[in-house]
């Protein structure tokens, strides 16, 4: 199935009808939006547009085409495969993943127990992100993320929203687990909490994480961490956006294993990581020795800054482009 | 001479046509039975596969239909090639074409096929714990449909063979 009609068959029969006679190109949609009583829009290009009932895309909102209640709920039921009652786990969390790796933000109003949120109902927002994987995205941090041609450094991505950071670690993964002619490749762990990172759908993971990688899929970081550290000998364990301090304790735990460790966070600089309690033990304790910084100029993934566990600059993005800085700058970001 | 032998071919023909149509009917009687005690079992394992694999429909009904077989397997793989195939129809209308779509050779009553339908009118709806009691009631059905066709099987199926034979021959005696 091409990745339009993969896609399109998860909204409503109206809905559907739009999207067909869209005639842009799916790879470079990145986001649908659909809210209740209001316009069906998608980001395309980095731009976002109103779609109208014809399938033109439109800059005036009064020519966009509106969504209905019904039209929600009927796309709901398309998108967890007619039944919700197997993404529970997910609707706590706010997201589906679906064939094709999408995934679906979802929002509406939450139902509440004793151990927080149960369910969520009168799902009216909608947010599908489109997955994209840029293969060889990581290819000018692999220098940097690997000592000795042989061993991989302990490395942390520090990135603000939408950058591209879990791109970027896809793409680190797979090249680690495939391995290449300067690099051999290595058995990676990856715990994927929110199923971002490989999007399995049915176990299967929907984005290339290379031949040797295993993935404990919807598993918290902490738990999944030790789980693969017991159970598939990884030399390289990856997570996404790590921060709390369970998260801490359970990377100690992989330091100590003698496993190297790769994960991101949010953050826009060094500087913002020391201001976050859990993140600042991070530095100060010098667990990571790498730190690649990335910024929102230009395309996603763009690398801004790349320290090592002592601060030292070892490269830097100029305004006009990447720019490789292989001699070290003595400039200390911290520490 | 020639006329009477006529005559006792066509009896004995009458007497065994009406003989067969007994044991039949009788044969039916069974194998309705065989077909809903083969449904209760798929039941049992979609149950399984929603409740404890927390599978969506389409897998649960492909596995289900996978290891069950036969006529009643069929139904539950067409249902999940449909509902993979997401052309826009909700489940339960999928559900329903697909029981009146079964062949006749399937020995199922029109209150079973009702009962069947009924169950796909609440599956997908709401949480787990709503499909085990969906499930569940369908299975008290079942299980009462069951009761039935084996409290009755001895004396139907004699009722049966009896009625075919006794019909023969009375109408062996009538012509002739």
């Known amino acids: 199935m091409e990745r339009k009609d993969e896609l399109i068959n998860l909204f409503s029969k109206n809905i559907r009808e739009i999207l067909n006679r869209v005639a842009l190109n799916f790879d470079e949609v990145q986001e649908i939006r659909l809210r209740v009583a209001a316009p069906l829009m998608l980001v395309y290009k980095n731009e976002e547009y109103y779609l109208t009932g014809s399938g033109d895309i439109s800059k005036k909102l009064e020519e966009a085409y509106i969504i209905s209640k019904n039209e929600l709920k009927e796309t709901m039921e398309y998108m967890s495969n007619y039944s919700l009652y197997a993404f529970e786990e997910e609707l706590k969390q706010g997201f589906l993943t679906v064939q094709g790796g999408h995934r679906i933000g979802i929002a509406g109003k939450t139902i509440l127990d004793e151990s927080g949120i149960k369910t969520m109902k009168y799902i009216s927002f909608i947010n599908i992100r489109l997955s994209h994987q840029v293969k060889g995205c990581a290819s000018p941090i692999l220098p940097f993320v690997y000592k000795n041609h042989r061993e991989v450094c302990h490395t942390l991505i520090v990135s603000p929203p939408r950058c591209g950071k879990t791109t970027l670690l896809r793409d680190l993964i797979r090249q680690i687990s495939d391995g290449s002619r300067d690099f051999e490749g290595m058995n990676v762990g990856v715990v994927d909490e929110r199923s971002e990172i490989g999007a399995c759908y049915q176990g299967a993971p929907q984005n290339d994480l290379g031949i040797r990688t295993d993935i404990l899929d919807c598993c918290p970081k902490a738990k999944g961490m030790m789980m693969l550290i017991r159970t598939m000998s990884p030399r390289v364990i990856a997570v996404d956006e790590v921060g709390s301090r369970e998260d801490l304790d359970a990377i100690e735990y992989v330091m100590n294993c003698g496993c190297k460790l790769i994960a991101t966070v949010h953050g826009s600089s060094i500087e913002d990581l020391r201001q976050k309690p859990v993140l600042r033990t991070l530095l100060e304790e010098r667990i990571f020795e790498r730190y690649i910084v990335l910024n929102n100029l230009g395309k996603i993934g763009n690398i801004d800054q790349i320290f090592d566990s002592r601060g030292t600059q070892l490269y830097k993005a100029n305004i006009f482009g990447a720019e490789v800085r292989p001699d070290r700058q003595e400039s200390r970001a911290y520490g | ?176």
């Not at chain 2, 449909?82 to 009553?109: A, H, N, T």
């Not at chain 2, 009924?118 to 449909?145: A, N, V």
């Open chain 2, 1 to 176: 001479m020639g006329n009477t032998w006529l005559r006792l071919t066509g009896a004995a023909l009458v007497i065994l046509s009406c003989s067969g149509l007994g044991f039949y009917m009788a044969a039916q009687w069974n194998e309705h039975l065989k077909t809903v005690e083969h449904l209760r079992k798929m039941i049992f394992l979609l149950k399984g596969e929603i409740v404890y694999a927390n599978s969506p429909l389409t897998e649960a009904f492909e596995r289900t239909g996978r290891k069950a077989g036969g006529q009643m397997g069929n139904l539950f793989l067409k249902v999940s090639e449909q509902l993979m195939g997401q052309r826009g129809e909700s489940f339960y209308g999928i559900w329903q074409d697909e029981i009146d779509g079964l062949p006749k050779e399937v020995c199922l009553s029109s209150e079973d096929k009702q009962n069947l339908k009924g169950l796909g009118e609440h599956l997908g709806y709401l949480d787990i714990g709503m499909q085990e009691r969906t499930i569940l009631l369908y299975l008290e059905q079942l299980d009462l449909t069951i009761d039935y066709l084996r409290d009755h099987k001895q004396e139907k199926s004699r009722l049966y063979t009896s009625l075919g034979i006794m019909g023969g021959l009375f109408l062996t005696i009538v012509m002739y």
